[in-house]
Nanobody, 116 residues
Framework: QVELVESGGGLVQPGGSLRLSCAAPRSIFSIYDMGWYRQAPGKQRELVAG???????NYANSVKGRFTISRDNALNTVSLQMDSLKPEDTAVYYCNAYLNRVLNYWGQGTQVTVSS
């Protein structure tokens, strides 16, 4: 089983910033696409941002211009910089490593709460 270790969640006021990080084993990081998903109470899990091994990125429309995904191939980490946070960004955020439908791994999740 592949372990993805997330960090960086917490409570922040609207308009604030948080940075999430996810560490992956070296053995998979260089060949897996990485992403961040989130799941709010009563809602389905949704893709927030993804980054391929080649560095190509994609974002959900709701976070474009506010969130930035990046990967550090030397440290085997993927990060999500979240700026201008809104209450509707409140969710559990999950790191994902994807190669195919079978080789697809998830972190344990980290809570992000945006509230005054």
């Amino acid at each position: 089983q592949v372990e993805l270790v997330e960090s960086g969640g917490g409570l922040v006021q609207p308009g604030g910033s948080l940075r999430l990080s996810c560490a992956a084993p070296r053995s998979i990081f260089s060949i897996y696409d990485m992403g961040w998903y989130r799941q709010a109470p009563g809602k389905q899990r949704e893709l927030v941002a993804g980054i391929t091994t080649g560095g190509r990125t994609n974002y959900a429309n709701s976070v474009k211009g506010r969130f930035t995904i990046s990967r550090d191939n030397a440290l085997n980490t993927v990060s999500l910089q979240m700026d201008s946070l809104k209450p509707e960004d409140t969710a559990v955020y999950y790191c994902n490593a994807y190669l195919n439908r079978v080789l697809n791994y998830w972190g344990q999740g980290t809570q992000v709460t945006v509230s005054s």
